[in-house]
């Protein structure tokens, strides 16, 4: 495989409307952006991936586009916008936006005259139906509940919506869309962008037919998912936007693919294919969710997450490229989910880190991972801002679920543990804004927050510096070939990465236990170099190590 910039960079993600608030209002924006981008040079991470500040009647959170070609009042101007592009690279860093392009808003132009007659110039820029023996065109679900087809009162039929109802879907299937969206994107790639992160993009060729799914019981509706991810012309769409617009910039792309495979993902991220540079795939992030989705709890096994990394890491070793992400905008914070949030908040998220920074791919951090900011239990769903949680919330009653249990899910599992404001300082509001937050902060932030953070020599923050830093010092990181070892050990998740003479050995305890490991035989005799750990460590050893709780160390061996 060719190097690439974006297979030595480390990607931020700052979901604007939690990061940094400049006027007060309680909404983070792009001013806000530019007046932290000092902190974000320090940590050493290379790209910022923003997440949407289209114009949006923010149906979800921006994720619903009305223009592509303007900025949301609430985040900016054009102008603030162009400012934090040129700090960026004048900073050496890169810009990637979001690219939302399997749906718009309700109210983008295009939909405000498509759904006005049939004979609109503009009515196949979406996908209608009629409907079927009075009721919707098939019993497919909306991913934010209910149906995933909404009745159109001017035209008589329905309109699909695989998110909420004021999330139309495109019909990529009218060469005109494709055109609209390769002009955009060419738009916006002239103005400077690095590149895309691609939303839901697996979703964008539908099936040439609707057929009911068959709904799980006590469901009204079908998923319908496995007729529309991944579907008939999907490589003919992103090959096309390739040689359309991508192949014509140097750029970073990824593609958030739920369902995807590995099989999939080496198709859609062969180089030789020139579709995407890498998937985000969400397999490991299901590994806690029991047989009824999300909101069924249950506890991670470490054999199934070492399996599932495992075979993204193999698979992908030749051809292809991982994306590396435990956090984002749309998964409850790691630390709490998968490490221990109080008694070892520091050493579980900096293992975690570890575990994912020292595989082969691109890492991302997610705004507060790299201080350790955990999920928020709020005590009212009132206090919830999601639009998928508000909707879950309603269908767990209507089934007949306790207010507890429901609550206990929503704890665990809401998109708005990520979305809570970004932790500042100890002052009002944790120093995110001056005004009421559009969603309430997380009281912990009196203990956990930047300012404590950059003043701990200690802290997760200065420790994720040392891993990004690591990563431009030494290629095996980067291109090293993994290895599992340890397979069956129901607490250390290690691996090795080999290149040419060098070997890196990741020792990862996922538990507060104190389980002990042997020296692997092969590596012994050879030079060693303890490269990062958790916990103050003595000279490396080649018989047996005792771990301490959460503990991570990885050694460079030669």
């Known amino acids: 495989m060719t190097r690439a910039w974006w297979k030595d960079s480390v990607v931020y993600q700052i979901y604007p409307r939690s990061f940094m608030d400049s006027d007060g209002d309680g909404i983070g924006d792009i001013p806000g952006i530019v007046s932290k981008l000092d902190y974000l040079e320090n940590l050493g991470v290379d790209v910022i991936w923003l997440s949407p500040v289209y114009e949006s009647p923010n149906d979800d959170n921006g994720y619903d586009i009305s223009d592509y070609k303007k900025i949301m009042d609430t985040f900016g101007t054009m102008a603030d916008w162009e400012e934090l592009l040129d700090e960026l690279h004048s900073r050496g860093m890169k810009l990637v936006m979001d690219l939302v ?21 503009y009515r196949d820029y979406y ?3 009629p409907g079927k023996d009075g009721k919707e065109p098939s019993n497919w679900y909306s991913n934010f509940g209910g149906s995933a087809w909404q009745y159109n009162e001017e035209t008589g039929d329905y309109y699909l919506h695989l998110f909420s109802k004021k999330q139309p879907d495109l019909n990529w299937e009218n060469p005109a869309v494709r055109e609209e969206v390769y002009d955009m994107m060419r738009w916006w790639l002239d103005k400077g962008v690095d590149g895309f992160r691609m939303d839901v993009i697996n979703f964008i060729s539908k099936p040439d037919t609707f057929e009911d799914g068959e709904p799980k019981p006590g ?21 096309e936007m390739h040689q359309e617009v991508l192949s014509k910039y140097d750029v970073m792309t990824v593609g958030e ?23 985000f795939q969400f397999e490991h992030m299901g590994l806690d969710s029991g047989p009824s989705g999300k909101w069924e709890l249950k506890p991670l096994e470490l ?23 435990f956090n984002n905008h749309d998964q409850p914070r790691a630390v709490s989910r998968f490490g221990d949030d109080t008694r070892y908040r520091k050493e579980s998220a900096k293992m975690l880190a570890t575990l994912l920074h020292m595989m082969k791919g ?7 991972e790299e201080i350790g900011m955990t999920n928020v239990s709020f005590d009212s769903i009132d206090d919830y801002r999601d639009i998928e949680t508000l909707n879950a919330y309603d269908e767990m009653k209507e089934e007949g679920k306790s207010e507890e249990d429901i609550m206990e899910s929503i704890h665990a599992k809401s998109r708005d543990n990520a979305r809570t404001p970004m932790q500042w300082d100890t002052s009002e509001n944790a ?6 937050p559009w ?78 490991l042997d020296w692997p035989e092969d590596l012994r005799g050879k030079e060693q170099e303890l490269l990062i750990a958790n916990y103050l460590v003595e000279e490396p050893e080649e018989t047996t190590i005792k771990l301490c709780p959460y503990e991570a160390r990885v050694y460079l061996v030669k």
Request: aromatic residues 12%.
């Open 101 to 121: 392009v399997n749906h718009t808003s309700d109210e983008h132009a295009w939909f405000v005259e498509a759904k006005q007659s049939k004979d609109n110039p």
């Open 303 to 325: 054999r199934d997450l070492k399996e599932n990394l495992t075979k993204w890491q193999e698979a992908l070793e030749e051809v292809g490229w991982n994306s590396l992400y």
């Open 127 to 129: 996908i209608w139906r």
């Open 439 to 516: 969603i309430g902060v997380n009281p912990n932030y009196t203990d956990v927050n930047a300012e404590e953070a950059l003043n701990d020599t200690d802290s997760i923050y200065h420790y994720y510096r040392t891993l990004i830093s690591l990563r431009k010092h030494h290629d095996v990181i980067v291109d090293g070939k993994y290895a599992l070892i340890l397979e069956d050990h129901p607490e250390i998740y290690a691996y090795t990465r080999t290149l040419g003479e060098e070997t890196l050995l990741v020792i990862c305890n996922f538990y507060d236990g104190e389980p002990e």
């Open 362 to 368: 691109t890492p991302y951090v997610y705004q507060g």
């Open 219 to 239: 469901k009204k509706y079908a998923s319908g998912s496995s007729q529309y991810r991944n579907g008939p012309r999907i490589h003919d769409y992103l090959h």
């Open 431 to 436: 120093g995110f804004t001056t005004g009421e």
């Open 257 to 279: 693919m739920p369902g995807v495979t590995p099989e999939l993902a080496r198709l859609y991220t062969d180089e030789a294919r020139e579709e995407l540079n890498m998937v």
